[in-house]
């Protein structure tokens, strides 16, 4: 992977969003690795906290994240019934690490969702651990980094940020 | 006021009527009278004293529109100061937490002790003799600070009821939750900080409604019924609501949820059942049967008037909230945990805290959802006058899913919104 450009890593999390965006959650989930995490720590901690040491937001592992997605698809998960519209923007997509079969990548994000005439925006830095084989990429772990005050006025993370 | 306006609440407790009127939750005129009545004239939580292990530590918080620091002073003691300068207002800490031998307000450079204490001013040949003395060249003191059991508590009433009676029936409550161990409890590290577009009120009901649970946490109960053998006995094993007096109020009942106090679940394996099982003698041990089965296997969601919800569920949670619209909130919340917790119990109170509560959990995003549309059905409050929370009134004992916690709650705060039928708005009618 030594060969691997910030372009196809680009393209990858730009797909992520995509997905994301066009709410196809079963299909997003299988951009992940099975041990994967995907975490959302508070935003008085540091970006290294642990979550099974502080409290987060979100702290999922593999299965978890599979309850979410079955959840949000469902017409009874309220805070997304019907489904938000939303539009995010990844940027400043930068390799932080290369090792022997994964790479560090560090995104900003900005994400838009509008519900029932009102807007939010969430924004933050993504730290992903991407996983590299044969096959392309897949997400070993992925920490959104929310870098408002708290979550005013967003008020909850409903959506996959 | 304006007093044409229909009461507050109708309340017959002969036809078994409990209305509250929805304009309750929408008229500016009610939401700046419930700053006075009710914000200025209750104990309101600060902080617990864990979140200030060390002489110096710091929190600067927003309770009930004031800014205000919460400190240790170098002696140890907390205090609760109002965060301006004496001199000319600027807030002296602009930090949100930390550690700090003295506050200087950057303005005029004044330098605090974490006492409050004025410790110099640049120019002091300036002032008179004794100014340092006077009371008033310090940072002036919240008007009230009281501790019950490390939850600290403030009121901006000089002449309020102390804190311990105040509690009322909820201390009891408070003890069962602190009894879980002799180590003392923590905070853990991160907070919680949201909002809802919704009035107050509305979490307040929706903390101690036990009857909402299976609609909006449908999707919760799914994923508790694909991961738990026993859901069927579980919620089945129920329980029932308390008046606590002064606006209080909990509902305490059995649930099929793992507790890391000391109720197993399969998903915890054999390694967690030895250690919850041994989390259970102790408990025994101290307190006795019954009372251990209780602080081991109920669960409580316990109210205090007028903005303050201890959950002691699938993990203990402790949150505050303040209005500051008609329609908006904000919310702080935070995990409490017994000090002697091992960190694989930890660890599982923390996946339990985040897979319910939250508002990146499965339920509370759709609590707020619930709470929003609320507040948008009262665009019609002019027209539809009433919120009904009749359910169960007038049975010997409230179920946990009746709505006696509400009937409670509003209560008391119309008993303070309005203390005298002729000032202006009539409170009940009967």
Redesign the interface.
């Known amino acids: 992977m030594q060969s691997l450009s910030r372009t196809e890593v680009e393209d990858f999390l730009f797909n992520e969003a995509e997905l994301l965006d066009q709410w196809r959650l079963p299909e997003w989930l299988t951009l992940f690795t099975d041990d994967a995490k995907y975490e959302v720590p508070c935003t008085d901690l540091p970006a290294d906290a642990s979550s099974e040491s502080n409290l987060f937001y979100i702290a999922d592992d593999r299965v978890r994240l599979g309850e979410r997605v079955k959840r949000l698809m469902k017409r009874t998960a309220h805070a997304e019934f019907p489904h938000s519209k939303t539009s995010r923007i990844v940027g400043n997509v930068r390799i932080q690490a290369r090792r022997e079969d994964e790479i560090d990548v560090s995104c900003v994000f900005q994400t838009l969702r509008t519900k029932d005439g009102v807007t939010d925006l969430y924004f933050g830095t993504s730290r992903y651990r991407l996983a590299v084989d044969g096959e392309g990429l897949r997400i070993r772990e992925k920490r959104c980094l929310l870098a408002g005050d708290g979550l005013r006025p967003s008020g909850r993370i409903s959506i996959v940020l | 006021m304006n007093a044409q306006h229909q009461p507050a609440l109708l309340v017959d407790p002969a036809q078994r009527i409990f209305k509250v009127a929805r304009r309750n939750f929408v008229d500016p005129d009610i939401f700046r009278a419930e700053k006075e009545m009710i914000f200025d004239r209750s104990w309101l939580y600060l902080g617990h004293s864990s979140e200030l292990p060390k002489p110096g530590d710091f929190i600067t918080r927003k309770v009930a529109g004031r800014g205000v620091l919460f400190t240790r002073d170098s002696k140890g003691q907390l205090r609760a100061l109002l965060n301006t300068c004496p001199h000319r207002g600027a807030q002296v800490c602009r930090e ?2 930390g550690n700090a031998k003295s506050f200087q307000c950057f303005y005029h450079g004044w330098v605090f002790g974490a006492d409050g204490k004025l410790r110099s001013q640049p120019g002091e040949a300036s002032y008179p003799e004794g100014f340092k003395g006077r009371d008033t060249s310090n940072m002036q003191p919240v008007p009230r600070f009281e501790t019950y059991r490390d939850f600290n508590f403030i009121s901006f009433d000089s002449n309020i009821v102390p804190l311990v009676d105040y509690l009322a029936g909820a201390k009891e409550f408070l003890d069962v939750i602190c009894d879980q161990t002799d180590a003392g409890m923590s905070i ?10 919704a009035n107050w009120k509305l979490l307040t009901e929706n903390s101690i409604d036990g009857y909402h649970a299976a609609t ?1 946490h ?2 919760y109960f ?2 508790l019924m694909s991961s738990t053998d026993n859901l069927a006995g579980g919620m089945g094993g129920g329980g029932y609501g308390y008046d606590l007096g002064n606006g209080h109020a909990v509902l305490e009942y059995g649930a099929p949820w793992g507790r890391p106090v000391a109720q197993w679940i399969p998903g915890w394996g054999e390694a967690g059942k030895s250690e919850i099982d041994q989390l259970y003698d102790n408990l025994v041990k101290r307190h006795g049967q019954e009372r251990a089965d209780r602080i081991a296997r109920k669960n409580r969601n316990l109210f205090i008037f007028p903005n303050l919800v201890v959950n002691d569920i699938m993990a203990l949670t402790v949150r505050t909230y303040f209005p500051v619209a008609p329609d ?1 909130m ?1 919310i702080n919340a ?2 409490l945990a017994p000090n002697d917790e091992s ?1 694989w119990a ?2 599982y109170r ?2 339990n ?3 319910f509560l ?3 959990g ?1 339920a ?3 609590d ?3 709470l ?1 549309h609320c507040q ?1 059905g009262f665009e019609n409050s002019k027209e539809a006058l009433w919120n009904d929370i009749s359910k169960g009134m007038g049975k010997d004992k409230a179920h946990h899913d009746d709505e006696l916690q509400m009937r409670a709650f509003w209560t008391q705060w119309n008993k303070q919104m309005f203390p005298a039928p002729a000032s202006g708005i009539k409170g009940v009618a009967a």
């Open positions: 949100r937490k853990v590290a991160g907070s919680q900080e949201y909002s809802i577009r909006t449908a999707t799914d994923i908006y904000v935070w995990a960190a930890r660890k923390l996946n805290f985040l897979e939250g508002p990146g499965f509370t995003p759709d707020a959802e619930a929003e948008r």
